[in-house]
T-cell receptor
Framework: GAVVSQHPSWVICKSGTSVKIECRSL??????MFWYRQFPKQSLMLMAT?????????EQGVEKDKFLINHASLTLSTLTVTSAHPEDSSFYIC?????????FGQGTRLTVV | DAKTTQPTSMDCAEGRAANLPCNHS???????VYWYRQIHSQGPQYIIH???NNETNEMASLIITEDRKSSTLILPHATLRDTAVYYC????????????FGQGTRLTINP
């Protein structure tokens, strides 16, 4: 199947700093990618849809100024958590569609201290 | 998209078939049934999907009832590595990539 790679796998940052997470489709092109967040013992929650060459679409309740999404190429989307706080600590996962299926990255565990 | 209902947890013995049920009574005619699983601390993995016919691949089989209101995912010979949370999701094929996850079923395979 198609491969989606996320980087980094885990990151620890200080409160108030920004963190960038990359999501790459390795063997296919993706004009659309999706970003999810997962808190411990909970299910995945869709945060936003990343669109190549245009603005991202955010789900209700997700702050677009805090979670900046850039989809500059057909194989790369980035999520930047700006001015991170401890409550932003979570597992962030991206996905990209290919032949009517979604393929997911391995996830990025963000810890804000 | 239609909502799904799954048992919170299930246990299965290693080597036996694991049968995971899913109810989707409000599914519409153009919606597919998708199954994904998430092993601890990893991204979800696609398993199988179907519209109305039963489907089989190298990972699992999907049995959809004739009225399409429920389905069963079958792992024919469960191994310890199949321990995961299994998600049943219903959606249109063109929008199936934007997945809305429910709580899923936590499947534990016991030695």
């Amino acid at each position: 199947g198609a491969v989606v790679s996320q980087h980094p796998s885990w990151v620890i940052c200080k409160s108030g700093t920004s963190v960038k997470i990359e999501c790459r489709s390795l063997d296919f092109q993706a004009t659309t990618m999706f970003w999810y967040r997962q808190f411990p013992k909970q299910s995945l929650m869709l945060m936003a849809t990343s669109n190549e060459g245009s603005k991202a679409t955010y789900e209700q309740g997700v702050e677009k100024d805090k979670f900046l999404i850039n989809h500059a190429s057909l194989t790369l989307s980035t999520l930047t958590v700006t001015s991170a706080h401890p409550e932003d600590s979570s597992f962030y996962i991206c996905s990209a569609p290919e032949t009517a299926k979604a393929f997911f990255g391995q996830g990025t565990r963000l810890t804000v201290v | 998209d239609a909502k799904t209902t799954q048992p919170t947890s299930m246990d299965c013995a290693e080597g036996r078939a694991a049968n995971l049920p899913c109810n989707h009574s409000t599914i519409s005619g153009n919606e597919y049934v998708y199954w994904y699983r998430q092993i601890h601390s990893q991204g979800p993995q696609y398993i199988i999907h179907g519209l109305k016919n039963n489907e089989t691949n190298e990972m699992a089989s999907l049995i959809i009832t004739e009225d399409r209101k429920s389905s069963t995912l079958i792992l024919p010979h469960a191994t310890l590595r199949d321990t995961a949370v299994y998600y049943c999701i219903v959606g249109k094929i063109q929008g199936a990539q934007k997945l809305v996850f429910g709580q899923g079923t936590r499947l534990t395979i016991n030695p």
